[in-house]
């Protein structure tokens, strides 16, 4: 009993995946990414080797498609499973295995995958997807968060969430962002509490590695992008 988002913006090329459950850290279990080169999200019975497998296959050139047809060919348990890919050309698939509880499903188009199991009903999922679309002007992450919020406030799923991820991936091979609750009574609040505090710092966090000189610490990073803006 999940549901997530994960979608490509074409503008910039980052990967990211919002995605919310009822066991604990489900960060550690479900979205792989490659930066640069796609997405997939294991759901369900999930089965880690399967988005690792993906992930390997999207770094080969294989097509979204191809690679969702790779995974399931793999797996005697595919049934068992909710798996979607996004490749590097924003090509977006998604697959629900015949066991899974309803509500099941996904919304799919370009770059873009809205899915879920065990969900309340269906409009877990398509919150999720018509809020992405509709907040555009936002940035890729505010806009990831807004959906898992919308499809939490659809109704979620059955039994209600307890972790969350935000996991965003832009050039470098470590994440842009990664913020994850293992265990909370309300996740998406608490992750959306993470994010308002974390995303006024990626920036710094992406980039002091290469140039710790330049960017200095945290506080004095922050007071000249104060001093920029006055």
């Given at each position: 009993?999940?549901?997530?988002?994960s979608?490509?913006?074409?503008?910039t090329?980052?990967?990211?995946?919002?995605?919310?459950?009822?066991?604990?850290?489900?960060?550690?279990?479900c979205?792989?990414?490659?930066?640069?080169?796609?997405?997939?999200?294991?759901?369900?019975?999930?089965?880690?080797?399967?988005?690792?497998l993906?992930?390997?296959?999207?770094?080969?050139?294989?097509?979204?498609?191809?690679v969702?047809?790779?995974?399931?060919?793999?797996?005697?348990?595919v049934?068992?499973?909710?798996?979607?890919?996004?490749?590097?050309?924003?090509?977006?698939?998604?697959?629900?295995?015949?066991?899974?509880?309803?509500?099941?499903?996904?919304?799919?188009?370009?770059?873009?995958?809205?899915?879920?199991?065990?969900?309340?009903?269906?409009?877990?999922?398509?919150?999720?997807?018509?809020?992405?679309?509709?907040?555009?002007?936002?940035?890729?992450?505010?806009r990831?968060?807004?959906a898992l919020?919308?499809?939490?406030?659809?109704?979620?799923?059955?039994?209600?969430?307890?972790?969350?991820?935000?996991?965003?991936?832009?050039?470098?091979?470590?994440?842009?962002?990664?913020?994850?609750?293992?265990?909370?009574?309300?996740p998406?609040?608490?992750?959306?509490?993470l994010?308002?505090?974390?995303?006024?710092?990626?920036?710094?966090?992406?980039?002091?590695?290469?140039?710790?000189?330049?960017?200095?610490?945290?506080?004095?990073?922050?007071?000249?992008?104060a001093?920029?803006?006055?």
């Amino acid at each position: 009993m999940t549901f997530a988002i994960s979608a490509r913006c074409p503008d910039t090329g980052k990967f990211g995946v919002a995605i919310s459950t009822r066991p604990m850290a489900v960060g550690a279990r479900c979205p792989f990414i490659a930066p640069g080169v796609g997405v997939v999200v294991t759901m369900a019975y999930t089965d880690p080797r399967l988005g690792l497998l993906g992930r390997r296959l999207l770094g080969l050139g294989y097509s979204a498609q191809k690679v969702l047809d790779e995974i399931a060919a793999s797996d005697p348990n595919v049934e068992y499973r909710q798996l979607s890919v996004i490749d590097r050309d924003g090509n977006a698939v998604a697959r629900t295995g015949k066991n899974n509880k309803d509500w099941s499903g996904a919304f799919v188009e370009p770059n873009l995958v809205a899915k879920g199991n065990g969900l309340v009903s269906e409009r877990t999922a398509r919150a999720m997807f018509d809020t992405y679309k509709s907040a555009a002007t936002a940035s890729f992450e505010e806009r990831l968060m807004r959906a898992l919020e919308a499809g939490r406030d659809a109704g979620g799923q059955h039994g209600g969430q307890h972790s969350a991820n935000l996991i965003v991936y832009s050039k470098q091979e470590y994440a842009l962002v990664d913020l994850r609750v293992d265990e909370h009574a309300e996740p998406i609040g608490e992750l959306r509490r993470l994010h308002d505090l974390y995303a006024p710092q990626a920036v710094y966090y992406e980039q002091r590695p290469w140039q710790p000189a330049v960017m200095g610490s945290e506080a004095e990073w922050a007071a000249a992008q104060a001093s920029k803006a006055r």
